[in-house]
């Protein structure tokens, strides 16, 4: 059995880029930041605070909680050190066991290799203590023990999430080249926008900056939205407390935004994809959508922001014919837009010198492998061409 109310230490990992958002918003839930790393966010938390983050985390892919930390050298050491984990503890012979790890190290070379040592040493301490083994494979349907190990330095962690948060159970319906759920919320907010002022996502494709710009705007806690997470197979866990926490996360869920979300696409069969994708995650009704060319979205007067994920390129659309599209998207800034802040978020640099307008920041980001920038540009009357 597993003391729930024990602190340690838990890594919320993300990708590259993402940290800063995640790091605010642990801020806001309460927790004191240990270390602030490349891929992740460090805090001191217990099993019944995993829980609370896998709720409400916005930006993180997984909730690591450290079981132990040691030096290993070699694939030997890494064995022993997992072996003398007292595993019994943690999992019973009848469960199912899947180790996943990241590893950088010059030890083994084959990150698989690390994985069957660690399945092999808490296989091994099963059998010797209960006389039965778990079985082991790759689904992450059971408990998952992750391994982290960098040069000598190892840490065992138990997986409380299982698939990555970035999934989040709404997006059934595929369009093109759509943005990681979690990607999206990252975006949303760089822009500032939390639900006052108006939202707007031309070439909206499968609706993600719009649903979740709706789940932000309405305070909806994204995990309510699964129904399975690794913590839920852990010794220990208390179903009616997660009861209590989807209670209390659904209750203080707001009925209305203030401002307007408005999704507009070329593409009526994404228009659809995105409208039901919407009625999955429950926020249909908060987003106003339209078939149409970005250049006839409407925006209201009242300002906001605009975020369009024009293609760039790389998956999509061939480069030439696209370079008029990133022109037309600095003119439909500059022409339909003053009073918003507007967004440009694309994988291609090239490309997006024919916005042709002066950015006032560029963010990086990770789109998967590729390398991404957020472009913001502040539009106000007489908003400055570059070229
Ligand atoms: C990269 S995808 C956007 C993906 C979206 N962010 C998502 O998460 O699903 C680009 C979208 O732009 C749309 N598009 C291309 N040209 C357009 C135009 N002239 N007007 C409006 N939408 C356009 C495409 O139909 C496609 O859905």
């Not at 729930?4 to 993402?18: A, E, H, I």
Request: aromatic share 10%.
């Amino acid at each position: 059995m597993l003391d729930f109310d024990r602190k340690s230490v838990v890594l919320v990992t993300c990708p590259k880029g993402f940290s800063p958002y995640l790091r605010q918003e642990l801020e806001r839930m309460g927790f004191r930041i240990r270390e602030e790393k490349t891929a992740g966010v460090e805090i001191k938390a217990s099993l019944n605070e995993c829980m609370k983050l896998n709720l409400y985390v916005r930006t993180g892919h997984r909730v690591l909680y450290q079981l132990k930390r040691f030096e290993a050298s070699s694939p030997e050491d890494l064995y022993d050190n997992v072996k003398s984990m007292v595993w019994e503890r943690i999992l019973t012979p009848d469960d199912y066991l899947t180790v996943t790890s990241s590893v950088r190290t010059e030890t083994v070379n084959d990150t698989r290799f690390a994985n069957v040592k660690v399945k092999d040493a808490i296989v091994d301490r099963m059998r010797e203590k209960t006389g039965r083994r778990p079985h082991s494979g790759p689904d992450l349907c059971g408990i998952i023990p992750f391994l982290y190990w960098r040069e000598d330095d190892c840490v065992v962690y138990l997986d409380t999430s299982g698939d990555p948060l970035s999934r989040r159970g709404y997006r059934k319906f595929p369009a093109k080249a759509p943005l990681q759920e979690t990607l999206a919320a990252c975006i949303i907010m760089a822009s500032g926008w939390f639900g006052k002022g108006n939202f707007i996502s031309p070439m909206c494709g499968s609706g993600t900056l719009a649903i979740e710009a709706a789940l932000i705007g309405l305070n909806g806690a994204p995990g309510l939205m699964r129904d399975d997470f690794a913590f839920m197979r852990l010794p220990g866990f208390d179903q009616e407390y997660w009861d209590k926490l989807c209670t209390e996360a659904e209750n203080s869920e707001r009925t209305d935004i203030t401002g307007r979300i408005i999704a507009t696409d070329i593409d009526p069969e994404a228009v659809e994809a995105a409208r039901k994708n919407a009625r999955e995650a429950g926020v249909e009704h908060h987003i106003e959508f339209g078939v149409c060319d970005f250049r006839d979205t409407e925006v209201p007067t009242n300002g906001g922001v605009v975020i369009i994920n024009p293609e760039y390129g790389e998956r999509l659309g061939s480069t030439s014919s696209l370079e008029k599209v990133y022109t037309a998207i600095g003119d439909f800034f500059k022409s339909k837009c003053q009073g918003y802040k507007g967004y440009v978020f694309t994988g291609n640099k090239e490309l997006a010198k024919f916005i042709g307008l002066r950015t006032s920041r560029r963010l990086q980001f990770f789109n998967a492998k590729i390398e991404c920038r957020l472009l913001e540009y502040e539009i106000y009357q007489g908003s400055v061409r570059r070229r």
